[in-house]
């Protein structure tokens, strides 16, 4: 554990999955897709985390969207030198085989880490949604630190038997895609630490320097937070009504609704009540539900439509209250993980 104070240095926490990464803080940005989120991933990578770059949905033409992923990546490198990551979700089609538009995104992220300047900084790819077997033969052999999220204790051993290099354990109550089997953080990153021999990354409504805390007590290497991230001032690349929603939100206010992978937490809108009538409906043509998902999650990261949009957010926004700078937020968080670790360890609890 770090030292405040008595170095002069900013605090310290370093940790399997630090090591492994080669990053300051174990405090991980994770994806929040569809929408780019390029400033807010280098802003978290420049502040000693690891920030990670989406995909632009899952509706694109997968060569268009390849392009577009590829942009993001050169656009991220030119705003931090420090380790960054790719979230690319990973479906599978009836025999098991990867589909394409997932394919694709791997493909865009093996190749860009054949240009030196790029691989210095995108070390890692996180997989989620299909079993991580699926896509290690696309990842395997292109030099990227693999993590994949999972939502239960025999989806990590699975990971973890598949060969990838660090598991997400995303507890229920964690934004956007969430899990089948409602398992949450407290329970979840517990049963993963003991069961996984690879560091555990733990998600799922975490704010602040207590949640980091009970993560490293719990027995995790890390956190990562998806809500947190979004209401904060270096998510320039959406509109601020989305953090603005967030900070907004009331207690128990978010619901689970059926989606793409599976269920996904969200705040409500009419977007939301929308696609409920249409499923309800019984609208069966997936590519056509697909496309109105990405499209209206879009309306609501990039146009701020809080009505009209999608707003996938955790059952934490009812507890975040205001938006934080990220170069203060990540240094803060750690020194107040320390400082609870310390004060149980003497004893000393408020
Ligand atoms: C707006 C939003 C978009 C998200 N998009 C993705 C995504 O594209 N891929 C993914 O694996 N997870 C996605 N997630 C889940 C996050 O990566 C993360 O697991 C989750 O936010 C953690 O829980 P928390 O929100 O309580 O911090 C999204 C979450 C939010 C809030």
Not at 57 to 76: N, Q, V
Not at 144 to 161: F, M, S
Not at 193 to 210: M, Q, S
Request: glycine share 12%; hydrophobic share 45%; net charge negative.
């Amino acid at each position: 554990m770090g030292n405040p104070g008595k170095t002069g240095r900013p605090p310290r926490l370093a940790t399997r999955f630090t090591e492994l990464v080669g990053i300051e803080h174990p405090v991980v940005q994770e994806g929040l897709g569809p929408y780019k989120v390029v400033a807010l991933a280098a802003a978290v990578s420049n502040a000693g985390g690891l920030g990670t770059i989406s995909i632009p949905g899952i509706s694109e033409e997968p060569a268009a969207g390849a392009r577009k992923l590829r942009a993001y990546i050169e656009e991220a490198c030119t705003l931090t030198e420090r380790p960054l990551a790719v979230n690319v979700p990973v479906g599978a089609d009836k025999t098991g085989a990867v589909l394409p538009f997932s394919a694709a995104y791997i493909g865009a992220v093996v190749e860009a880490v054949r240009d030196a300047q790029i691989a210095r900084r995108l070390r890692v790819i996180t997989t989620s949604a299909g079993p991580p077997g699926l896509a290690r033969a696309l990842i395997e052999g292109a030099g990227l630190i693999h993590t994949h999220k999972v939502g239960g204790t025999r989806q990590a051993l699975r990971a973890e038997a598949e060969g990838v290099d660090a598991v997400i354990a995303s507890g229920y109550e964690a934004g956007g895609h969430t899990h089948a089997r409602p398992v949450s953080t407290f329970i979840l990153g517990a049963s993963v630490a003991e069961a996984v021999t690879v560091p555990v990354v733990l998600a799922g409504g975490i704010r602040d320097g207590r949640g980091l805390a009970a993560a490293l007590a719990l027995g995790a290497d890390a956190v990562a937070m998806g809500t947190r991230f979004v209401a904060s001032h270096d998510n320039t690349d959406w509109n601020p009504a989305y953090g603005q929603r967030i900070i907004d939100a009331r207690e128990g206010e978010d619901v689970v609704f059926p989606a793409i992978y599976g269920p996904s937490r969200a705040l409500p809108s009419e977007g939301l009540s929308e696609l409920l009538r249409m499923v309800d409906a019984g609208e069966k043509d997936e590519s056509k539900l697909t496309r109105f998902k990405d499209e209206r999650l879009i309306r609501g990261q990039r146009d701020g439509d809080m009505e009209q949009g999608l707003l996938p957010a955790g059952q934490v926004s009812g507890a975040i209250r205001e938006l934080v700078s990220v170069a203060d937020f990540l240094p803060g968080i750690v020194a107040e993980a320390i400082s609870v670790l310390e004060n149980v360890q003497r004893g000393v609890v408020r």
